[in-house]
């Protein structure tokens, strides 16, 4: 048997440890993990009372067409049922994006340090990845513009930047929108958007009045909090979700997803908690930064990647003998940095106090 040979050349995914096997492997109580964007505070409880109630249903097929959540999340954001469309996860919105749109040979833009799942859906449906340089740590939009031909038909702007964390303005994406081909997609993956405090950041509901070319990713999984229940959206114009929906399995999200997720929109006071929480996690996390003499990208998520001047696999080694498990940046093309997880304020000083203890361990790297 042979697969297609778009696939034999693609990794596994690798997953980081499991809590309790780091537990176990290093003989700790306690370990924190800092890696994922989880959410510190969990999740709304009102989300955790549907799923209770939900339990009586398992047995049934969920709603296919996510009717209720639809409506109801249409409402909060302002737009039309027919304009939203839900994945397991954002991830599996992007996997659909790939399904509906690429044929083998067709061009993809994207930025060249990005969220992995682009280049790999894309991959996997035989389209040719053209990867473009960031500007400290930021996506070149100008470049990626440049890097558009006749063969493009997806872009890909991840906003704010996994595993950077920067950001890209309104005026930034607009004129952007203005100069790109109307008949290329542009998706802007917002996963962290619920966490912005800033006015700069791109009101892509507004923008999608505009651009019918333009698809939003959203996500039940990072602020929100659940993660594993594997819902997210996607949110454009109706002919563009009308094609996503052509390639969607008929039960793509669970029961519990889908009641979580209508319990959690409704809890906003929750959101507005942990986006505050967040703020100041970062405001910490920065401030020690800059007294350890550490420098960052500005950080518009729930994350930082912080420059540690040293290997980062030797960072990462160091943290996780003292129980915290972040994302070491040698995995990720950035040898000096880690991605770190804003936590909650007590884990995040645990995690300053670890970390200044591995790099006095290390010491000072040439
Ligand atoms: C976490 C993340 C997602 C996807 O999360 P799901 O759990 O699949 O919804 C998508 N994009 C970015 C940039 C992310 O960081």
Redo the contacts with the bound molecule.
């Keep these: 048997m042979q697969p297609k040979k778009n696939i034999v050349h693609l990794p596994v995914y690798q997953p980081g440890k499991p809590i309790e096997e780091v537990k176990r492997e290093l003989g700790l109580t306690e370990v924190i993990k800092l890696a994922s ?1 989880e959410n510190p505070f969990g999740c709304s409880e009102k989300a955790k009372e549907a799923i209770a109630s939900e339990i009586a249903n398992t047995s049934l097929y969920p709603d296919g067409g996510a009717v209720e959540l639809t409506a109801a999340l249409a409402e909060h954001l302002g737009v039309e049922p027919n304009q939203i469309i839900f994945g397991a ?4 919105v ?1 996997l659909m994006i790939s399904r509906a749109y690429f044929e083998a040979g067709d061009e993809t833009v994207m930025a060249s340090h990005t ?1 992995p ?1 682009y280049k790999h859906n894309a991959e996997i449906e035989g389209a040719v990845c053209i990867e473009v340089p960031l500007q400290d740590g930021t996506h070149d939009l100008e470049a990626m513009l440049e890097a558009i031909t006749e063969r493009t038909k997806v872009v890909w702007i ?1 906003n704010p930047n ?1 595993p950077t964390g920067t950001m890209v303005t309104h005026e930034q994406i607009e004129a952007f929108m203005k100069k790109a081909p109307s008949n290329v997609l542009v998706v802007l ?1 917002e ?2 958007a619920e966490y912005n405090t800033t006015s700069e950041y791109p009101d892509g509901f507004r923008l999608l009045k505009t651009y019918p070319n333009l698809i939003l ?1 959203r ?4 602020i929100y909090g659940l ?1 594993s229940l ?1 819902i ?1 959206y996607g949110v454009g114009h109706p002919d563009v979700i009308r094609s996503i929906n052509q390639v969607r399995e008929p039960f793509n999200t669970s029961r519990f997803g889908q009641a979580a997720a209508l319990a959690a929109v409704k809890d906003q006071a929750f959101i507005d908690r942990c986006r505050e929480e967040n703020a100041a996690g970062i405001r910490y996390l920065t401030g020690e930064f800059a007294r350890m003499g550490l420098s960052y990208y500005p950080a518009h998520g729930n994350f930082i990647m912080v420059d540690v001047k040293r290997s980062a696999a030797d960072v990462f080694n160091g943290l996780l003998r003292q129980g915290f498990i972040v994302r070491g940046g040698h995995q990720l093309d950035f040898p000096t940095k880690i991605r770190v997880t804003v936590g909650s304020q007590e884990q995040n000083e645990k995690f300053i106090r670890a970390l200044e203890n591995v790099l006095a361990e290390i010491g000072v790297e040439a």
């Design positions: 964007n996860g954002s991830d599996e992007i969220f799942q991840c996994n993956d996963a962290y990713l996500t039940f999984s990072k993660a594997r997210g």
